[in-house]
C-alpha cells in the first residue's frame, strides 16, 4: 500500500484491509512536510498495518524546488517520473514480501491532472514488472486504484462511513502545527469537505492536539 499521510491512501488503506493484510510503504522526498509523514506513521499504527517502511529520497525534488524547470500544466508538487519510482520501489517490496496487490490511493481528479495515474499507464507499468521479474509473474502482480472512479469529495464521504481517523491526516504543503489553507492540498481538502457536506475534524485543532 503507498501510504501518504492524506485522505485518499488512508480511505484506501481502510479498504483494503477489510480483505488481506497490508505492508505500507511510505516516501520521503525533499520537501516533503513532516507533519505528513508523521500522519501517514499515525495512520498506519491506527489500521494496524502489518510493516510500514519509510524510504527517504532526499534528491527527488517536487517541480517548484527545481529551478528552471518547465512543468507546464502541473502544479508545482509535481515530481518528474513519480509514480515510476514510487510503484518500482512499492514492487520490489512486494517481490521481497511475496504481495500479489500494489495499491494506490489515487481518485478521479488525480487521473485528470496527472498522466502517471491514468489506468492506460498503470496497466503498461504492471506488465512491464510481470515481464522483467519472474517472481512478480507468479505471483501475478496487480496494480490496483479502489478509488479510481470516485471524486475527492466522495472519497470523503466514503473515508467517513469507513471509520477512517480523518483527523490524523494531513493534507497541507507546508511545515507548520496547523494546515494553512492557503496551498493548493489544503484547498483541495476544504473543497471536498465542503461538497461531501462532512465537517472536518482538523479545520479549527491545532496538530498537537490530534493524537
Not at 88 to 96: G, H, I, P, T, V
Request: overall charge positive; some cysteine; proline content about 5%.
Amino acid at each position: 500500500m503507498l501510504l501518504s499521510g492524506g485522505i485518499d491512501s488512508a480511505t484506501a488503506l481502510y479498504l483494503t484491509r477489510a480483505t488481506r493484510g497490508v505492508r505500507a510503504i511510505t516516501f520521503e522526498h525533499h520537501g516533503i512536510a513532516r507533519r505528513e509523514v508523521e500522519a501517514a506513521k499515525a495512520v498506519g499504527v491506527r489500521a494496524g498495518v502489518l510493516e510500514h517502511r519509510f524510504v527517504r529520497l532526499p534528491d527527488l525534488r517536487e517541480a517548484g524546488d527545481i529551478p528552471g524547470f518547465e512543468r507546464g500544466r502541473h502544479p508545482a508538487t509535481y515530481i518528474p517520473v513519480r509514480n515510476s519510482i514510487f510503484y518500482s520501489f512499492a514492487a520490489s517490496y512486494a517481490e521481497e514480501s511475496g504481495a500479489s496487490f500494489i495499491v494506490g490511493g489515487h481518485n478521479k481528479d488525480d487521473e485528470n491532472a496527472f498522466e502517471d495515474v491514468s489506468s492506460e499507464f498503470l496497466s503498461s507499468l504492471e506488465e512491464a514488472l510481470r515481464i522483467g521479474y519472474p517472481a512478480l509473474q507468479k505471483n501475478r502482480l496487480r496494480i490496483v486504484r479502489p478509488l479510481r472512479q470516485k471524486t475527492k469529495a466522495e472519497v470523503v464521504r466514503l473515508a467517513a462511513s469507513l471509520g477512517v481517523p480523518l483527523e490524523l491526516t494531513w493534507s497541507c504543503h507546508r511545515e507548520g502545527m496547523v494546515h494553512c489553507w492557503k496551498c493548493d492540498g489544503c484547498l483541495s481538502r476544504r473543497e471536498a469537505f465542503r461538497k461531501a457536506g462532512i465537517p472536518d475534524p482538523v479545520s479549527n485543532l491545532p496538530r498537537e492536539k490530534i493524537t
